[in-house]
């Protein structure tokens, strides 16, 4: 699978974006689909995950209650919608999929297919 993310930009703190990741290939709906996140200077961690199975989601501590996590199978995308941005969240966010992984896997070394990220700046 082939992942492309997209809707990055400049926000003001307290406002919100919408980030999309589309996928081409097959079998889209049998891929747990994660976004992770990397700020300047430090390393690539987890945001977010939505599992294939059934749907469920899981949010890091630092992003829950404030992002949302979708996914629409019947046109390969999955969207992570984020309110209430703060400056920390600066950084290069990337979609990632792990064939019928785990909805909870948070490492890095756990998704096999990565997007080229998208620049989120949050100013404050």
């Known amino acids: 699978v082939q992942l492309q993310a997209s809707g990055g930009g400049l926000v003001q703190a307290g406002g919100s974006l919408r980030l999309s990741c589309s996928a081409s290939?097959?079998?889209?709906?049998?891929?747990?689909m994660a976004w992770f996140r990397q700020a300047p200077g430090k390393e690539r961690e987890f945001a977010a995950s939505?599992?294939?199975?059934?749907?469920?989601?899981y949010y890091a501590d630092s992003v829950k209650g404030r992002f949302t996590i979708s996914r629409d199978n019947a046109n390969n995308a999955v969207y992570l919608l984020m309110n209430n941005l703060k400056p920390e969240d600066t950084a290069i966010y990337y979609c990632?999929?792990?064939?019928?992984?785990?909805?909870?896997?948070?490492?890095?070394?756990?998704?096999?297919?990565w997007g080229r990220g998208t620049l989120v700046t949050v100013s404050s």
């Open positions: 290939g097959r079998a889209f709906s049998r891929y747990t």
């Open positions: 990632a999929a792990d064939w019928v992984g785990s909805g909870r896997a948070t490492m890095t070394s756990e998704y096999a297919y």
């Open positions: 939505i599992s294939w199975a059934d749907g469920s989601t």
